[in-house]
């Protein structure tokens, strides 16, 4: 076996196919394959992630969400390539995508799903693309990465409210003031159980690092086509720009407000 063999090199490098014969397309194609690689390495270790905490196998979770966030900061960088190309240069190839779209990428929305932003309307888009709609109704299904944690200090013994263990995980997370009392107590005295203070950071560190990469989308969008519409039939950057006030695990942003008052 080669190394070209073991990569099935034919099938990776075979697989950008400009439509146009704009030089800069092969780097709009390159950024978005990559991205869709990087994501489903993410989804791939998130699952894990979940799945330790399922088995109260804490370090091992953290190792995993530490790969993750390395991931993040790899494909918030990559915007920088993508962003030397000008307005000018994307419009000369832009018509030939037609109407597809970022907002297709059913892993993106996987990605989401598994860190709790559930929207059970997005399983449309992927009607006609059945492996996409099993994993995404599959995930929609599940508990999420946070849902695993919190079960978890259930199972240590920490107060988690009845409800939130109990809820239909289908939904999206919203936030639940019952639960800052508890984080609260983790932050008033990290050293009684460390390894949970350190996963609370962890997915903080976690949520920022999206946001870093989401933030950097918008940016990027906005360098190269400012306020029309993007393609697929989303808004474009007033669409992203929605997305930044989505949060993840906003009761460990709310107890900072409590700590140390």
């Known amino acids: 076996m080669s190394y070209g063999d073991y990569l099935r090199l034919d099938l990776v490098l075979g697989a950008q196919q400009p439509l146009s014969t704009h030089h800069d397309e092969m780097l709009f194609i390159v950024q978005h394959q990559t991205s869709e690689l990087w994501l489903k390495l993410m989804l791939h270790e998130l699952r894990s992630a979940r799945d330790l905490l399922d ?25 920088a390539v993508l962003a030397t190309m000008t307005p000018s240069e994307y419009a000369e ?11 297709q990428s059913y892993q993106y929305r996987a990605v989401e799903f598994l860190l709790g932003n559930k929207n059970p309307d997005m399983l449309t888009v992927f009607e006609s693309d059945l492996p996409a709609f099993d994993t995404l109704a599959t995930l929609l299904a599940e508990p999420s990465l946070y849902d695993a944690f919190l079960r978890l200090l259930a ?7 009845a409800p939130v263990l109990g809820r239909d995980v289908r939904e999206a997370w919203v936030e ?33 690092a999206f946001q870093f990469w989401r933030f950097r989308h918008l940016r990027t969008v906005q360098r190269m086509i400012g306020t029309q519409p993007g393609t697929g039939g989303s808004s474009g950057v007033p669409f992203l720009r929605r997305a930044l006030d989505l949060t993840f695990f906003p009761e460990l942003y709310s107890v900072r407000a409590r700590i140390g008052g």
């Open 55 to 79: 088995a109260d196998q804490l370090s091992w979770s953290l190792k995993r969400i530490a790969r993750v966030k390395r991931i993040l900061e790899t494909m918030t960088e990559q915007w």
């Open 93 to 103: 190839f832009r018509t030939i995508l037609g109407p597809s779209s970022g907002f």
């Open 155 to 161: 199972r240590r013994g920490y107060p988690i409210p």
């Open 176 to 208: 639940h003031p019952d639960l800052i009392p508890v984080f609260e107590g983790v932050y008033d005295d990290p050293a009684a159980a460390w390894d949970v203070y350190e996963t609370c950071e962890d997915l903080v560190d976690l949520e920022d």
